[in-house]
């Protein structure tokens, strides 16, 4: 199923594509670039729903802007955004940007509330469902940005997140989580025991492909599906180089972000829940 993407390839009528980025350190320094925010509004055109990770911007106009330059062609895209989180005084925040000429957020998206006495995340998962205009696929979509020396625990951590998602969304039997993980390298080792790694759940983005644009070679990005979502993959998932795409300069990649995309697509109309 992997698959390295390196055409732009926004979802049909029959597909919609979803997915992940971090972003690196996005604030109002790399948002005065304007050869950095066209590429990565280039990057989120492609995309009908994509979580936008590493949002660093006290000033909270960077990501704005940025929404702002996708629609400079006329596309209609909105965004939601989580509160800045973190234990440290360097605080992130969490985005959804998202297609509204494909997809509507269906509830007020959330923070996850973690259970008084414990503090089992540097940056609490954000959770928001989406459904799909042209068709009856919805889901319900959790992002993370875990912090590398503990991302093992936090990914153990996330069973517990979509159990909680579950009973918040009783109705729903689609869960997709998806990040920054840190799931590879020293981090994380994906053939070990996990609360991810049961057969409720399906790893998308695997070890063969690499997720990072620097000399090293990990897959700390990562699209985690409940098994019952399976049925409304496409075949498509993988990785999206847009420095292939848009023939950047190794410089130039690195400038917009140290992270590659991951991505997915899913049916628009064959959801049977």
Not at 29 to 40: F, G, H, T
Not at 141 to 167: C, K, R
Not at 174 to 185: C, S, T
Not at 212 to 239: C, E, F, N, P
Request: charged residues 25%; negative net charge.
């Amino acid at each position: 199923m992997q698959i390295i993407c390196t055409r732009k390839a926004k979802s049909s009528n029959e597909t919609l594509r979803i997915g992940a980025f971090n972003i690196q350190v996005f604030g109002v320094s790399k948002a005065s670039k304007p050869e950095v925010m066209d590429v990565l509004a280039d990057i989120i055109r492609t995309y009908d729903i994509i979580a936008i990770q590493e949002i660093r911007d006290a000033s909270q106009i960077a990501l704005p802007a940025l929404v702002d330059l996708v629609n400079a062609d006329g596309s209609q895209y909105s965004y939601v955004v989580s509160e800045r989180l973190g234990r440290t005084t360097s605080k992130e925040q969490y985005s959804y940007i998202f297609n509204t000429d494909a997809v509507e957020l269906t509830s007020s998206p959330q923070t996850y509330p973690e259970p008084n006495g414990t503090d089992p995340f540097h940056r609490e998962p954000y959770i928001a469902s989406f459904r799909a205009l042209g068709g009856n696929f919805d889901a319900i979509f959790i992002v993370l940005h875990a912090d590398p020396e503990e991302a093992t625990a936090e990914i153990n951590g996330l069973g517990a997140v979509v159990t909680y998602a579950q009973s918040t969304y009783p109705e729903e039997q689609d869960f997709i989580v998806m990040g920054d993980l840190n799931a590879d390298g020293s981090y994380f080792d994906e053939d070990g025991v996990s609360t991810m790694s049961g057969s409720e759940y399906y790893w998308l983005i695997d070890d063969s492909v690499d997720t990072t644009t620097k000399s090293t070679d990990y897959t700390y990005d990562r699209i985690i599906v409940t098994d019952s979502a399976v049925s409304d993959l496409s075949g498509d998932s993988g990785v999206f180089r847009y420095d292939l795409e848009y023939g950047l300069t190794l410089d130039e990649t690195v400038a917009v972000s140290d992270h590659y995309p991951v991505y997915v697509d899913i049916w628009c109309g064959r959801d049977v829940d």
